[in-house]
């Protein structure tokens, strides 16, 4: 918790708030939203503490990124489902933080290890079930270098890569989903 406490640039007390939070788990739920952790992210490099409307740091992270990063290290946990652990690329971005690396190469890193995730998840669920096409697809992938990263990452590993073309990758295309499922069960009564 201190590398974090340090790494952000809050102020001192906002950081001991914060911390004290999370240490309670007060106002912290878990979540397995990759939105929340391009948030967590772009706070610990400094980007933006604060947003103002969905996706706007996230956003702000990728315009700065700079391609061609290694990646910061992540884990994988458990028998069953896939759980991925982000503590060791927490820990690197806010150690990059506290010895001042320049922001769009942490952000850059930071992209590279979310690729490598989707590609290492997806060799997982390949060697268990033989399934060769990956779907990109949720609002994570409106981000244009994180899309591309991985769909360069998968197509290298010999995956066949689908993305939206017509129904858009976040919430209208979760409604529209949505919607056919409503469709289906009217029929079905």
Same mark, same amino acid.
Do not use: W
């Given at each position: 918790?201190?590398?974090?406490?340090?790494?952000?640039?809050?102020?001192? #007390?906002?950081?001991?708030?914060?911390?004290?939070?999370?240490?309670?788990?007060?106002?912290?739920?878990?979540?397995?939203?990759?939105?929340?952790?391009?948030?967590?992210?772009?706070?610990?490099?400094?980007?933006?503490?604060?947003?103002?409307?969905?996706?706007?740091?996230?956003?702000?992270?990728? /315009?700065?990124?700079?391609? #061609?990063?290694?990646?910061?290290?992540? #884990?994988?946990?458990?028998?069953?489902?896939?759980?991925?652990?982000?503590?060791?690329?927490?820990?690197?971005?806010?150690?990059?933080?506290?010895?001042?690396?320049?922001? #769009?190469?942490?952000?850059?890193?930071?992209?590279?290890?979310?690729?490598?995730?989707?590609?290492?998840?997806?060799?997982?669920?390949?060697?268990?079930?033989?399934?060769?096409?990956?779907?990109?697809?949720?609002?994570?992938?409106?981000?244009?270098?994180? /899309?591309?990263?991985?769909?360069?990452?998968?197509?290298?590993?010999?995956?066949?890569?689908?993305?939206?073309?017509?129904?858009?990758?976040?919430?209208?295309?979760? /409604?529209?989903?949505?919607?056919?499922?409503?469709?289906?069960?009217?029929?079905?009564?």
């Amino acid at each position: 918790m201190d590398a974090l406490n340090a790494a952000s640039g809050s102020a001192p #007390g906002a950081r001991a708030g914060v911390t004290e939070m999370i240490r309670k788990g007060v106002n912290s739920p878990l979540t397995s939203s990759m939105g929340r952790l391009f948030d967590a992210a772009a706070s610990i490099a400094g980007v933006r503490d604060e947003i103002t409307f969905e996706a706007e740091a996230a956003i702000e992270f990728e /315009s700065i990124a700079s391609e #061609g990063e290694d990646a910061y290290p992540f #884990g994988l946990e458990g028998e069953g489902p896939i759980a991925i652990d982000t503590r060791p690329l927490i820990r690197a971005l806010a150690k990059d933080a506290n010895l001042g690396i320049p922001v #769009g190469r942490m952000a850059g890193r930071f992209h590279s290890a979310i690729a490598g995730m989707v590609l290492r998840v997806s060799e997982i669920l390949r060697s268990e079930t033989g399934i060769k096409s990956v779907v990109l697809s949720g609002g994570v992938f409106q981000n244009r270098l994180l /899309s591309e990263l991985a769909e360069r990452k998968l197509r290298a590993a010999g995956f066949e890569v689908c993305r939206q073309e017509r129904v858009p990758a976040n919430d209208g295309g979760i /409604s529209l989903g949505q919607a056919a499922v409503a469709i289906e069960n009217i029929k079905g009564r």
